[in-house]
């Protein structure tokens, strides 16, 4: 399928790097999405937004929860993470696919493709704004620790630190005061399977 999309063989780093700025895409535009919906909640003090019943509802639904919730991007955006971290192993799996020298080995490739996105993920950052109004930085290297928690951050009941998967018990998160009712916590929970496959349920 790759070659197919692309005839000729790509070059590795700006392989890498496209995908890195794709990543970085999604995220800047997931700022947005998600600060839209911290300033209607703040704006609306003690309101709960519905969470659609079953498993196509927390993707396919209307009113508040469409506006103001993120499960379809962050589905988009896990794929994205797993794309980046995954690309230095992709170069061993299938070399014929990447324009490499002769004089290299895809192994030798691989070490210095690791260390260039580790160079790019560190250089790489976005901002949000936590809940007292402080700004808070995040590198592509911090967010893509905290992967897992994007699979369940697409909640707009949660407070914006818990939305960008900020660590338990961390000075990030002392701020954070609003939570999913315990309800919506435990349907997160059973839906959390399909993000974990990167699947969307279907419809």
Same mark, same amino acid.
């Given at each position: 399928m790759e070659r197919i999309i692309n005839p000729e063989p790509l070059d590795p780093e700006t392989a890498l790097l496209d995908l890195i700025q794709a990543l970085y895409e999604q995220l800047t535009v997931r700022i947005i999405s998600v600060a839209n919906g911290e300033a209607y909640m703040k704006s609306h003090p003690g309101e709960v937004i519905a969470m659609p019943g079953g498993l196509t509802g927390v993707f396919q639904a209307g009113g508040q929860w469409e506006d103001f919730s993120t499960p379809n991007r962050d589905l988009r955006l896990l794929i994205a993470m797993d794309a980046v971290l995954d690309f230095p192993d992709k170069i061993v799996r299938s070399p014929d696919d990447f324009k490499m020298s002769k004089l290299s080995?895809?192994?030798?490739?691989?070490?210095? =493709?690791?260390?260039? *996105?580790? +160079? &790019?993920?560190?250089?790489?950052?976005?901002?949000?704004?936590?809940?007292?109004?402080?700004?808070?930085?995040?590198? =592509?290297?911090?967010? *893509?620790? +905290? &992967?897992?928690?994007?699979?369940?951050?697409?909640?707009?009941?949660?407070?914006?630190?818990?939305?960008?998967?900020?660590?338990?018990?961390?000075?990030? +998160?002392?701020?954070?005061?609003?939570?999913?009712?315990?309800?919506?916590?435990?349907?997160?929970?059973?839906?959390?399977?399909?993000?974990?496959?990167?699947?969307?349920?279907p419809t």
């Open positions: 080995s895809p192994e030798r490739v691989k070490k210095n =493709l690791e260390t260039f *996105l580790a +160079r &790019k993920l560190s250089e790489l950052s976005i901002t949000y704004i936590r809940t007292n109004g402080t700004e808070q930085i995040l590198t =592509l290297a911090e967010i *893509l620790k +905290r &992967k897992d928690a994007f699979e369940m951050a697409y909640n707009p009941n949660d407070g914006i630190e818990i939305r960008w998967g900020a660590p338990e018990n961390s000075d990030e +998160r002392s701020t954070c005061h609003r939570h999913v009712p315990a309800g919506q916590l435990e349907k997160m929970r059973s839906v959390r399977i399909w993000f974990q496959k990167r699947l969307h349920p």
